[in-house]
């Protein structure tokens, strides 16, 4: 879905005002931080604004949700390690809206558990109904964000004789999904398949992995739990967990009073710029501009052009790659089209930013963009330069436009590489 936002924070400021808010660069120690704030109360109908908030407390990026459903035995090395059988369908089960919690809530644990496990997982929100999701529909019209979660689970509660071998008595407890502390729009995380997962119980790793080991993946998910049945706008959806639970460890280590569970790195669930170096004073309106830019390009949607004319462009905006030179926003709305024609991923990571001008419009950067070539899986890296050029009229508000943008690079490589596939 398209989103006001790119990596979107719930929070609450020193005034106990609960706002919604763009996520700083460094997720880490968020307490304390400045960030531009979205006038609305719901994450699908946000509108800029050009206000700031400081953020007292990280709350949980959704304040409810109709349902959250589960997805189980969803990973191949987690369906391995369990000794189960593969299975034709998904097999899903529901947690109540109860059990919704934030990324920082202590989690109670229930006098009846004594087998308590974690659950590192991939969860998405519903951005819109959905009934009968079809298998031509893209996900991506569907899927407001993504976040990490954790499907806490009482393993004790999840026997034959406890529950009837029902996995919804053993993950439904309140506070059992805790998510956060980012939603993470498509334009964020343009290839949520592949990303690396890691979860950690007190410092030590104890899941690794990356979610193209998932066996049903976001639109099989879609099709299944839509399937005769409405998904309700604001729905939650836990895509599993992969190897490396307590439960099968020798002997298991059930979580405890006090233990600290996380997921530390979701890669690519961060900003391409993150790391970028700038040496100039350069406005964070005007480095979301440029990560938008960048999330859009590495965005396998026939929608991407559009995107760029929704979000970065000026309308006399202008393209110039080699000697192909697209102006204007009709051409600039086609200018992706056939950009995923031959290749299967594509990333750009910026490593530095110079301003100049009077105003600071004048912006060259450089960095490296690595694409995957469909037909072999052979990823090529180049190094690139490119310089944005932004819209004086557009710097005093807090959305900057693009008057240009122009890149250079040797794309022989890419080229060669392109050969050998065919």
Known sequence: MRTTFNVLIRLQDHEGNIRYGEAPDDLDNLDGKEVRIYDGIE??????????????????????????????????????????????????FSK????????????????????????????????RDVKDFGPNDDPADYILGFMAGNDVSA????????????????????????????LASYQAIPEAETLKLETFVNGELRQQTRTDDLLFGLKDTLVNLSR??????????????????????????????????????????????????WVNNISQDVKDLIQAFFSI????????????VDQVFSENGKLVIGENIIEGTQSIRKARQNA????????????RVYAGGSAGEDIMLHGVASSTIA??????????????LLDQKTLQGSSPRA????????????????????
Not at 403 to 422: F, I, N, T
């Open 297 to 308: 390009a590495d965005k396998p949607d026939p929608e991407a052009g559009q995107l760029w």
């Open 340 to 351: 995923w024609n031959t290749i299967r991923a594509r990333k750009h990571v910026v490593h």
């Open 155 to 182: 393993r004790d509660w999840q026997t034959q004789e406890a529950a009837g071998g029902q996995h919804h008595v053993a993950k439904s407890f309140d506070h059992f999904a805790p998510v956060g502390p980012v």
């Open 228 to 277: 005769g049945k409405t998904l309700r706008k604001g729905t939650v959806v836990m895509t599993g967990t992969p190897s490396g639970v307590a439960a099968f460890m020798k002997p298991p280590a059930w979580l405890k009073d006090g233990d600290v569970w996380s997921i530390v790195s979701i890669s690519n669930m961060s900003y391409t710029i993150e790391s970028a170096e």
């Open 375 to 388: 037909e072999t899986d052979e990823t090529v890296d180049i190094p690139f330069a490119a310089r944005f």
């Open 403 to 422: 008057l240009l943008y122009q890149v250079w690079a040797d794309q022989s490589r890419l080229s060669k590489a392109l050969e050998r596939g065919k």
């Open 43 to 92: 994450p699908c109908d946000l509108k800029p604004s050009s206000a700031t908030a400081t953020i007292a407390k990280v709350l949980c990026p959704l304040a409810t949700t109709p349902l959250i459903y589960g997805i189980g035995l969803n990973y191949k090395a987690h369906i391995e390690e369990s000794g189960f059988p593969v299975t034709k369908y998904p097999v899903y």
């Open 96 to 127: 109540p809206p109860d059990a919704l919690a934030g990324p920082y809530q202590d989690i109670p644990i229930p006098a009846c558990v004594e087998k308590l496990d974690y659950e590192g997982e991939l969860s998405f929100v519903v951005g």
